[in-house]
């Protein structure tokens, strides 16, 4: 089955640091992959959409030049979180969706930890 | 404004047993259901789909029953085992949104011997 890669699992970095996350589609092209964001014991909020080639798409709330986004192949994607606060420690995870089925599917995600 | 629901934090059912996991949504334009397993510090598993033209998918154990009428689906586990124990969330994607997913909050299933 389709397999994508997040990198690093885990990580922590004091504030006002940046961190990279990278997001890898192992086995096939991605054009569009989607980055989410889960706090404890709540769902998956969608933070934005990345698009190969052009500018991420952000969801309402989302500040993009806090989480920058770069799409720079069809197999990579990557989230920044710059100037680390505290309260953007959470779980970020990405995910992507090969031609078909139509189903996205998610890397194994990334605690971050903010202190 | 959650558009979609899934009013059980939690369910305990015991192995052998049928586990069934609801979902409500409120958007009518959905019209593609996807339900995924997660483990603590993983990323979601995909589990199973069905498209609003259908009204029943069944993989192995797992059935998604969907009502489009009520807004309702359903995920049917049979017979449920302990390494089913997870947190399942349905999700719901529009067309024309590249698989933009809007996700439920998730229900806590735990199998018991």
């Known amino acids: 089955g389709a397999v994508v890669s997040q990198h690093p699992s885990r990580v922590i970095c004091k504030s006002g640091t940046s961190v990279k996350i990278e997001c890898r589609s192992l086995d096939f092209q991605a054009t569009t992959m989607f980055w989410y964001r889960q706090f404890p014991k709540q769902s998956l909020m969608l933070m934005a959409t990345?698009?190969?080639?052009?500018?991420?798409?952000?969801e309402q709330g989302v500040e993009k030049d806090k989480f920058l986004i770069n799409h720079a192949s069809l197999t990579l994607s990557t989230l920044t979180v710059t100037s680390a606060h505290p309260e953007d420690s959470s779980f970020y995870i990405c995910s992507a969706r090969p031609r078909t089925p139509r189903a996205l599917h998610f890397g194994n995600g990334t605690r971050l930890t903010v202190t | 404004d959650q558009q979609v629901k899934q009013n059980s934090p939690s369910l305990s059912v015991q192995e052998g047993r049928i586990s069934i996991l609801n979902c409500d949504y409120t958007n009518s334009m959905f019209d593609y259901f996807l339900w995924y397993k997660k483990y603590p510090a993983e990323g979601p598993t995909f589990l199973i789909s069905i498209s609003s033209i259908k009204d029943k998918n069944e993989d192995g154990r797992f059935t998604v029953f969907l009502n489009k009428s009520a807004k309702h689906l359903s995920l049917h586990i049979v017979p449920s085992q302990p390494g089913d124990s997870a947190v399942y969330f349905c999700?719901?994607?529009?067309?024309?949104?590249?698989?933009?997913?809007?996700f439920g909050t998730g229900t806590r299933l735990q199998v018991t011997l």
């Open positions: 999700a719901a994607s529009m067309s024309g949104t590249a698989s933009k997913l809007t």
């Open positions: 990345s698009n190969e080639g052009s500018k991420a798409t952000y």
